[in-house]
């Protein structure tokens, strides 16, 4: 089984940065099986909405149209480690951001959440004007 577990969350003022990290963790071969990884974000009263993901076996990044331009998705495979970096930020970003891992490839961009298989427990995000 495929464990995610985020860091670097927190607090920061409009117009800011933050990197939230995400650790993937369990046998070789459950890592070796995923496809695909994502982020999604859930604000206070909406749904969970995919922001951007990476496909493992090339160069694929895909992301939301609302954070294009301003988030980046990353890997470094040998700290089994997937980021999100966020630049000028906005109120609007404030969310509880989640990693997530899915063993097949969505058919779209992000996808949807029901297309991923392990998820992390979340990290609060708070951007103040």
């Known amino acids: 089984r495929v464990q995610l577990v985020e860091s670097g969350g927190g607090s920061v003022q409009a117009g800011g940065s933050l990197r939230l990290s995400c650790v993937v963790s369990?046998?070789?071969?459950?890592?070796?099986?995923?496809?695909?990884m994502g982020w999604f974000r859930q604000g206070r009263g909406k749904e969970r909405e995919g922001v951007a993901a990476l496909y493992t076996g090339g160069s694929g990044r895909y992301y939301a149209g609302s954070v294009k331009g301003r988030f980046t998705i990353s890997r470094d495979v040998a700290l089994n480690t997937v980021y999100l970096q966020m630049n000028n930020m906005k109120t609007e970003d404030t969310a509880v951001y989640y990693c997530a891992a899915a063993s097949h490839v969505p058919p779209v961009g992000v996808g949807r959440e029901n297309e991923y298989d392990y998820w992390g427990q979340g990290t609060q995000v708070t951007v103040s004007s």
């Open positions: 369990g046998s070789t071969d459950d890592i070796a099986d995923i496809a695909y």
